[in-house]
């Protein structure tokens, strides 16, 4: 019989997990509901990763399968009051690991796109956070939510969208497409997408007004240019403060943000020179997967990545 690793990605949105055998070749692949203890019951979020569990490990005779290590990166499980629960509910589900271990999702990230080496995770989606890992110590700076936090991220830029949209509006602030564009993509006026938005959780709603700032940025409207560039310039400070711990600056960029041409390029005039912006080829749950490899002692080579590329499945 071969050696097993198993490695889990979760989220706000979903719970991805990966086993595979001590070459990197994915023997199973699931995705169920979101693992984050933020926004459900931990009922609802161990019951999510339970049934991922029983469906990822049915090839290899369920839960009770003897596994070489697993890792678990969870958002928000980097927390000493989570990581307990989440290391007691792995107790629980993979008995006969011999090597269980659980942290932030960052971990995930990073080591999806350097390896278990030191390096920065900036992590920019709904919402943003930035980690250092040196000498194998994680270290965050920022990702304090939405109320005191998030700068450089979708929320953040969506905001910023409509604050200059609301500024036009009221003549605090100069002319915008943004009023026009906000309107059109709400169906109804500000004033009373203001209603709306104060009437609900908005933070996902706001978040998807960030697009709009992007594109209006990008055909060099002079409003939605100067949040983008507060907005990225906060991004770049957080990522400069966590480089600060490293030896090397590699930044490993995660997060559908970070797709926007303007906005990398905005943070990295912000950030300056010295800087190596690393986009990951592969999904977090890969990340899950060097970690676990790591913990049975497995080197993870170029051969070991090529053969997860090649056997990683759509669920």
Not at 46 to 71: D, K, L, S, W, Y
Not at 74 to 80: C, H, Q, V
Not at 169 to 197: N, S
Not at 258 to 274: C, D, F, M, Q, T
């Amino acid at each position: 019989m071969g050696m097993y690793i198993l490695g889990l990605d979760g989220g706000g949105t979903k719970t991805d997990m990966a086993l595979c055998d001590e070459s990197g070749r994915v023997i199973a692949r699931a995705i169920g509901g979101a693992a984050s203890l933020t926004g459900q019951t931990q009922e609802a979020a161990f019951g999510h990763i339970e049934e991922t569990v029983r469906r990822v490990t049915a090839p290899i005779g369920g839960e009770q399968a003897e596994i070489a290590a697993f890792f678990a990166g969870i958002s928000g499980g980097g927390l000493a009051v989570n990581r307990e629960k989440f290391r007691a509910l792995f107790a629980r589900l993979l008995p006969n690991a011999h090597v269980r271990e659980n942290a932030s999702d960052a971990v995930n990230a990073l080591s999806a796109g350097i390896g278990r080496g030191d390096g920065v995770i900036a992590i920019a989606g709904t919402g943003s956070s930035v980690f250092a890992r040196a000498k194998g110590e994680m270290r965050q700076v920022g990702g304090w939510g939405y109320l005191l936090g998030d700068e450089g991220s979708g929320f953040d830029l969506g905001r910023r969208a409509l604050r200059a949209a609301l500024c036009c509006l009221d003549g605090r602030g100069e002319a915008t497409c943004l009023k026009e564009t906000c309107e059109e993509k709400a169906g109804c006026t500000l004033r009373e997408l203001i209603v709306r938005l104060y009437s609900q959780d908005s933070k996902r709603v706001i978040a998807s007004y960030a697009p709009l700032l992007l594109e209006a940025a990008e055909r060099g409207d002079s409003a939605a240019l100067a949040e983008l560039s507060r907005s990225t310039g906060e991004m770049a400070h957080a990522i400069a403060t966590a480089a600060a711990y490293c030896e090397k600056k590699r930044v490993v960029m995660g997060g559908s943000v970070w797709k926007s041409k303007i906005y990398r390029e905005s943070v990295e005039r912000a950030l300056g020179e010295g800087y190596e912006m690393i986009a990951p080829s592969l999904p977090p749950v890969y990340g899950s997967i060097v970690e676990a490899a790591g913990l049975a002692g497995l080197e993870v080579t170029q051969a070991f990545k090529d053969n997860f590329r090649e056997t990683l499945t759509e669920e």
